[in-house]
């Protein structure tokens, strides 16, 4: 019985190599296919539980909700903030205020719909009074954004304003200076731009949103969107 199993492995590893060989290295099932997928999902479900019961850093005390992002966890495209606003907060959502909505005009125009993409901060907590996040709230919470983008493993990063540009690229230049480039990061693209906030703050300013819009549209043409 032994010898018969030892010869059955033999062939099927004969068997395997033959198909290597000719550039066939996809032997899983499609029941295996759906496991696999199951397995992520149900590693990032369990991440986002995590988000919202952390308590490592003064935020999880003083905020509402914690906000780990929300969409689609299998996005070529991904777009990254600063943190949760006072809407964000209350909801749990990210993106939902008037920033939010912009956002959303933003990805439509870019011939996407907001459930295709993946849209997250990088800390998950709002700091008070919208501040700015400090150095030692992002680096507790970096792990998260960190295994959210080994999951999601994302074409293209699109990093809104200097909090998220500056994590990525950790260069001292601001925003108007780094945006409209492209950048990698794990050998993944990262286009900086401005963030919606700053845009609504100067909804006269045209030229804003027409930077932001030629930044979108080198992203677009990098996912094959005309």
């Given at each position: 019985m032994k010898e018969k199993v030892s010869r059955l492995c033999e062939?099927?590893?004969k068997s395997l190599d033959y198909?290597?060989?000719?550039?066939?290295?996809?032997?899983?099932?499609?029941?295996?296919?759906?496991?696999?997928?199951?397995?992520?999902?149900?590693?990032?479900?369990?991440?986002?539980?995590?988000?919202k019961h952390c308590q490592e850093c003064p935020l999880g005390s003083t905020r509402k909700n914690a906000v780990p992002g929300?969409?689609?966890?299998?996005?070529?495209l991904m777009f990254v903030g600063e943190g949760p606003g006072k809407d964000e907060d209350f909801q749990g959502k990210p993106f939902v205020g008037k920033a939010g909505k912009l956002l959303t005009q933003i990805i439509k125009a870019m011939?996407?719909?907001?459930?295709?993409?993946?849209?997250?901060?990088?800390?998950?907590?709002?700091?008070?009074?919208?501040?700015?996040?400090k150095n030692s709230e992002i680096e507790q919470c970096k792990r998260f954004l960190l295994k959210q983008i080994e999951l999601i493993s994302p074409k293209v990063i699109v990093t809104l304003g200097n909090v998220p540009t500056k994590f990525f690229l950790n260069q001292k230049k601001g925003i108007t200076s780094l945006r409209g480039i492209f950048y990698s990061y794990n050998h993944i693209k990262v286009m900086p731009t401005f963030h919606p906030s700053y845009l609504v703050r100067n909804e006269g300013a045209k030229?804003?949103?027409?930077?932001?819009?030629?930044?979108?549209?080198?992203?677009?043409?990098?996912?094959?969107k005309k």
């Open positions: 062939e099927i590893e198909y290597q060989e000719l550039g066939i290295d996809n032997f899983l099932c499609e029941q295996c296919k759906s496991s696999e997928k199951i397995s992520k999902e149900t590693i990032f479900s369990s991440l986002e539980d995590e988000i929300e969409g689609n966890i299998n996005a070529d011939k996407f719909e907001r459930e295709e993409v993946y849209i997250t901060n990088v800390i998950k907590c709002r700091p008070p009074e919208n501040r700015n996040p030229d804003l949103k027409i930077m932001v819009w030629k930044d979108m549209q080198k992203v677009m043409a990098v996912l094959g």
